[in-house]
């Protein structure tokens, strides 16, 4: 977490530890910073307050979007097969369609016209949301989101447009993905914030059914006592997010660079999975040939580099990532996925580290099987 944001959220740890939906004066108090907290996530997003609802993780603001919107307008839903779990699970527990992506990991435009059109035509069911990534959380790429809305007002006009935002907002200023969609999900602990509070931002006022029904909080649309410190740390993340985040793109773009051409000077068979161009900063997933993740990642851990070959999953048990396959890189080329990822905290000194662990890490794994 940023230091900034534990300091927010430790007043209302220790002092002021009341619930913001009661009438004292602290309770008032703690309302107070809630509603601060919302101007300042509006504003770093580029909406209304009101259009702010605070979640609890940015798994719940995906499935409000997507329960939700199947719950109150009916039809399907709709993403693309490399969505976060959060996204692709939930659309396929409604029997909902998947799309298929391009060789970097962006929606194929063709088979998302072709897919709303079908769902659209007079037999059909109709299409009630339609969910796709802004950045994908294990290879980083970035969708062009205009034009995923274009394609929906055409060919699903009534249908709403979601977007998981979690991965990008330390790379894109949110005030030009907003206008865009309908939709947008946001989780604290992926920009310096705590786990466990999120956002969905609903433009325009309620748009989709609430998930979560109960006390009436969050003007019915998000019921259950508000994590105060944790949504007062997640604003401030956000604010600093947003404020650094010019300079931090190209901070982190170098050194993203100079870790994948780290790679490549020390070792043959390093292949950035997505081109730069395509992907945030921070992303830096390549796949090394002749050797296996999990073996890799055992040796980078005991050299104290923390890497991952997909996304974190509950088990922590190593699975083919769902999101390679979908992108067509072969099986084998895939077993060498290795997810290296840059932050605010991210130095030069830390990349040239990571590069020299990882190559030592190949070389020994390449000569065990040499060997064999
Ligand atoms: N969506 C994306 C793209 C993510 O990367 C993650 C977390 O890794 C989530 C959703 C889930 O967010 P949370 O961990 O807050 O539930």
Same mark, same amino acid.
């Given at each position: 977490m940023r230091p900034e944001a534990i300091e927010a959220m430790m007043p209302y740890l220790r002092?002021?530890?009341?619930?913001?939906?009661?009438?004292?004066r602290f309770a008032r108090r703690a309302r107070q910073a809630v509603d601060e907290s919302r101007d300042r996530v509006a504003e770093a997003v580029g909406?209304?307050?009101?259009e702010v609802v605070f979640t609890g993780c940015g798994t719940e603001s995906d499935n409000m979007a997507i329960t939700g919107a199947v719950s109150r307008l009916g039809g399907a839903a709709v993403c693309p097969a490399v969505e976060h779990h959060a996204v692709l699970h939930v659309v396929e527990h409604h029997g909902g369609r998947v799309v298929g992506v391009d060789h970097?990991?962006?929606?194929d435009p063709v088979a998302l016209a072709a897919t709303l059109d079908e769902l659209g035509a007079d037999d059909g069911p109709g299409v009630a949301v339609v969910s796709v990534m802004a950045?994908?959380? !294990?290879?980083g790429t970035v969708t062009d989101l205009a034009a995923i809305n274009r394609i929906v007002r055409r060919h699903a006009p009534g249908a709403l447009l979601h977007t998981d935002a979690v991965q990008a907002a330390c790379w894109l200023d949110l005030r030009a993905v907003?206008?865009?969609?309908d939709l947008l999900s946001l989780s604290?602990?992926?920009?310096?914030g705590p786990k466990g509070v999120g956002v969905l931002v609903e433009r325009g006022g309620p748009r989709v059914d609430p998930l979560i029904i109960g006390g009436g909080q969050e003007r019915e649309r998000r019921s259950g006592t508000h994590n105060t410190a944790g949504i007062v740390a997640l604003a401030e993340a956000l604010a600093i997010t947003d404020a650094e985040r010019a300079t931090e793109n190209v901070r982190i773009a170098e050194l993203r660079d100079r870790l994948v051409k780290g790679l490549q000077s020390r070792l043959?068979?390093?292949? !950035?999975?997505?081109p730069p161009e395509r992907k945030v900063a921070g992303s830096a997933h390549v796949c090394v040939a002749g050797v296996e993740s999990e073996a890799l990642l055992y040796l980078l851990d005991e050299a104290g580099v923390c890497a991952s070959a997909a996304s974190a999953c509950a088990s922590g048990a190593m699975e083919p990532s769902h999101v390679l396959a979908a992108m067509g890189v072969e099986r084998d080329v895939a077993l060498g996925a290795l997810r290296l990822t840059l932050g605010a905290t991210s130095t030069e000194a830390e990349v040239d580290h990571g590069v020299d662990a990882v190559a030592t890490a190949v070389d020994r794994l390449r000569e065990r099987t040499a060997a064999r």
């Open positions: 002092g002021n530890y009341a619930n913001p939906s009661g009438a004292h909406c209304a307050a009101n970097a990991g962006g929606v950045v994908n959380n !294990e290879v907003t206008p865009h969609v604290g602990h992926k920009f310096g043959d068979g390093v292949v !950035e999975t997505v």
